[in-house]
T-cell receptor
Framework: QKEVEQNSGPLSVPEGAIASLNCTYS??????FFWYRQYSGKSPELIMS??SNGDKEDGRFTAQLNKASQYVSLLIRDSQPSDSATYLC??????????WGAGTKLIIKP | DTAVSQTPKYLVTQMGNDKSIKCEQN?????MYWYKQDSKKFLKIMFS???????INETVPNRFSPKSPDKAHLNLHINSLELGDSAVYFC?????FGQGNTAFFGQGTRLTVV
């Protein structure tokens, strides 16, 4: 059974702080990892993708991947109230199918 | 100009009814998807079509029947609706099947079965 797990939250972070979102996956053969943001009542949108171990930075967002630990995370620096959303982790398996986590609700408090 | 559009946005219906949700994409993508997102926000793929051919059919009751008249359209028909079918259904498309991560999503259809 392929699984992607996330803490459902809510994760509450003060404005300006670093928000850290975590995701674990079950299949060691997974090669591609994605973070989506979903605002309430809206559709998911891709914000980060990562394929190799280490860090990948894009603006205030940093994705971190550790394949040995089967762990991927998303850091949001200088958190803003507009970052308040549910963050979905998705993992692509060898058959190209995406498996999704249930998401972590992030609340940025002004 | 909306890339992936689905209709209706809201659908309230009684148990036992049959309903359809329509989806169209104007991106020229080859692959389209239907996802179901339940009340706990868990997003699960239901079907995927590539160039009008079914390539993913997850464990979905056969009351759900997708239809793709052409690669720009993927409609979802649901027979004999049940309370547990209440969810948000998202249509999505991607350039190719291997690029499912870069899928563009429609705005969702919130289905409520009463």
């Amino acid at each position: 059974q392929k699984e992607v797990e996330q803490n459902s939250g809510p994760l509450s972070v003060p404005e300006g702080a670093i928000a850290s979102l975590n995701c674990t996956y079950s299949d060691r053969g997974s090669q591609s990892f994605f973070w989506y943001r979903q605002y309430s009542g809206k559709s998911p949108e891709l914000i980060m993708s990562i394929y190799s171990n280490g860090d990948k930075e894009d603006g205030r967002f940093t994705a971190q991947l550790n394949k040995a630990s089967q762990y991927v995370s998303l850091l949001i620096r200088d958190s803003q109230p507009s970052d308040s959303a549910t963050y979905l982790c998705a993992v692509r398996y060898s058959n190209y199918q995406l498996i999704w986590g249930a998401g972590t609700k992030l609340i940025i408090k002004p | 100009d909306t890339a992936v559009s689905q209709t209706p946005k809201y659908l309230v219906t009684q148990m036992g009814n049959d309903k359809s949700i329509k989806c169209e994409q104007n991106l020229g993508h080859d692959t389209m998807y239907w996802y179901k997102q339940d009340s706990k926000k868990f997003l699960k793929i239901m079907f995927s079509y590539n160039n009008k051919e079914l390539i993913i059919n997850e464990t979905v009751p056969n009351r759900f029947s997708p239809k793709s008249p052409d690669k720009a359209h993927l409609n979802l028909h649901i027979n004999s609706l049940e309370l547990g079918d209440s969810a948000v259904y998202f249509c999505a498309s991607s350039q190719t099947f291997g690029q499912g991560n870069t899928a563009f999503f429609g705005q969702g259809t919130r289905l409520t079965v009463v």
